[in-house]
């Protein structure tokens, strides 16, 4: 690869990638069409609608060009959409938060700096009662 081939990788939603982050800040300073290249991962995961999608994207600083590569979907992503089921199977607010932050303690994710099962507690305990509503 030359020193004028640039790649950036970014996960998107199948078929709805924007030139908001993580694509245009990454994509901006090489001086190309981001919104060709945004326009062309649309267009090769449309197929990947309601996954996130790994996509490489290659540009050659000289000439402009670039190439997309789409890589395959997370597992979870897979089981998901074969089962045509939502990501989150939460029966309310407070459960999907908990699922969410249950997401947060497996990737090693902090919450405004806290553990997540510190921010699971304060939940059970009611202390975000104003913003989630009580559990029925």
Do not use: W
């Amino acid at each position: 690869m030359s020193e004028a081939k640039k790649v950036v990788e970014a996960l998107v939603a199948g078929g709805q990638a924007t030139a908001g982050p993580p694509l245009g800040p990454a994509l901006g300073p090489l001086g190309v069409n981001v919104l060709a290249i945004v326009n062309k991962i649309n267009e090769v995961t449309k197929d990947y609608a309601g996954m996130k999608v790994p996509v490489k994207v290659t540009v050659d600083t000289e000439t402009k060009e670039f190439e997309v590569t789409v890589g395959t979907p997370t597992t979870s992503a897979l089981i998901v959409s074969e089962l045509k089921i939502a990501e989150l199977l939460s029966p309310n607010l407070k459960a999907a938060v908990k699922e969410v932050l249950g997401s947060c303690v497996s990737m090693g994710v902090t919450v405004d700096g806290k553990d997540p099962r510190d921010v699971q507690k304060e939940v059970n305990e009611g202390k975000h009662e104003s913003v989630l509503g009580k559990e029925e």
